[in-house]
């Protein structure tokens, strides 16, 4: 859907491992993509697996909520399309020391960016107790959000907040559940590490950006396709394709989102809450 109408230049706003940027590159050989990250680690890999396509890439150690200037920076004023996955990648899941995983443990990190200076202890050891609750309700719409403020607000008293396992149990224990027993269910600690992630590394003032700069940044009849994983960013996109639609500048087309289907999610569970949303530019915007 993407690749529709020859594109002839495409952002891969998340390039990560670039999973999608290989195959869009194979699937369209005139393609020109330009590769967008904040985690240096995975430009490095991404730059290595996409060697053989090196005439046809760019890419770019950015934030996509940047792309203008990004894209000002290479000569170029519009593009064809723009892909955001904005799912984090596995291994910057299982790797500890990016603090992103309860799994192991390890420094309450959580920057992709290593250029960020706050991570996430910072915030926990410094908001107050009500910034705290509407980081985690605004950010994860975490219904325990208070009752974790507290306790951790309570425990930081004792003592910094460092570490990944210590802020589960802390987690777990404010809201009645065993830390131990999240095998056969989704941990307690779940949405307080996601909404912490997404603060440290400000996701959703980035996607409120590119959304806006898309329409400017898109050459008639390009198209956009977002990756998103949970409601509040859904939400986002679905507003702001709704809205454009609505005044003529878009068509969209997924009426309802494209989500996995149920060979996919077995083989890879964390795309079952992905959904896929896209959109056109008018020819007359």
């Known amino acids: 859907m993407l690749l529709a109408n020859a594109p002839r ?3 891969d706003c998340t390039l990560g491992r670039a999973g999608h940027a290989e195959r869009l590159l194979e699937l369209a050989p005139a393609l020109k993509l330009i590769g967008l990250d904040v985690d240096e680690d995975n430009l490095a890999f991404a730059r290595e697996r996409l060697a053989r396509f090196d005439d046809r890439i760019t890419l770019r150690h950015a934030d996509f909520a940047q792309l203008g200037a990004e894209l000002a920076a290479i000569g170029l004023e519009k593009v064809d399309g723009i892909l955001a996955d ?21 420094p309450l990190d959580m920057r992709l960016d290593r250029r960020q200076k706050t991570t996430a202890a910072d915030l926990i050891n410094s908001l107050g107790e009500g910034e705290l609750s509407d980081l985690l309700w605004f950010n994860a ?16 008293r004792q003592g910094r907040i460092n570490s990944t396992v210590l802020l589960a149990r ?21 949405k307080t590490f996601m909404a912490l992630r ?7 003032d980035s996607l409120k950006s590119l959304l806006s700069s898309a329409p400017s940044l898109l050459a008639p009849n390009g198209r956009i396709a977002i990756i998103s994983f949970h409601s509040g960013e859904d939400r986002l996109v679905k507003e702001s394709f709704r809205d454009l639609a609505k005044q003529g500048r878009y068509r969209i087309l ?12 077995v083989a890879n569970p964390r795309c079952r809450s992905a959904k896929l949303r896209v959109a056109e530019l008018s020819a007359i915007a």
């Open 254 to 265: 997924t009426k309802k989102p494209m989500i996995s289907g149920e060979a996919e999610r």
């Open 86 to 106: 904005l799912g984090i990648s596995s291994n910057q899941i299982s790797d500890p020391l990016r603090g992103l995983s309860f799994d192991n443990d390890g």
């Open 141 to 156: 719409e975490e219904r325990h959000s208070r009752k974790i403020a507290k306790r951790l607000c309570a425990a930081r």
């Open 170 to 190: 802390l987690v777990a224990a404010a809201v009645g559940e065993n830390p131990d027993a999240h095998r056969s269910k989704t941990h307690p600690a779940t």
């Open 9 to 11: 230049t495409l952002v």
């Open 198 to 204: 997404m603060a440290v590394n400000s996701e959703l």
